[in-house]
């Protein structure tokens, strides 16, 4: 069974740092893309960023300059390195796997920017 494990959530203050990983289990990681969203109560998951399995990037303009993905191949693991956090980044923040065929989603990691 496929498992998506995430960590490194936790409470920042604003202007804070905060890096997430995920590693997959029972996949061929360097084949998927990777890709990290975030949720907010009574909102849709919303895309954060993506990187293929070349390397190639894609993020929302609001995270932009401030949020780094990238992937280590032989750790099997996606980053999210968060910086410049703001207020309205908090959310909860899910990790994705995705081949042609399917995507799988991590059980979500709590990140609250807050003062």
């Known amino acids: 069974q496929v498992q998506l494990v995430e960590s490194g959530g936790g409470l920042v203050q604003p202007g804070g740092s905060l890096r997430l990983s995920c590693t997959p289990s029972e996949i061929t990681f360097s084949f998927y893309l990777m890709g990290w969203y975030r949720q907010t109560p009574g909102k849709q998951r919303e895309l954060v960023s993506t990187?293929?399995?070349?390397?190639?990037?894609n993020s929302a303009d609001s995270v932009k300059g401030r949020f780094t993905i990238s992937r280590d191949n032989t750790k099997n693991t996606v980053y999210l390195q968060m910086n410049s956090l703001k207020p309205e980044d908090t959310a909860v923040y899910y990790c994705?796997?995705?081949?042609?065929?399917?995507?799988?989603w991590g059980q979500g990691t709590q990140v609250t920017v807050s003062s």
């Open positions: 990187i293929t399995s070349g390397g190639r990037t």
């Open positions: 994705y796997a995705a081949n042609y065929r399917t995507g799988y």
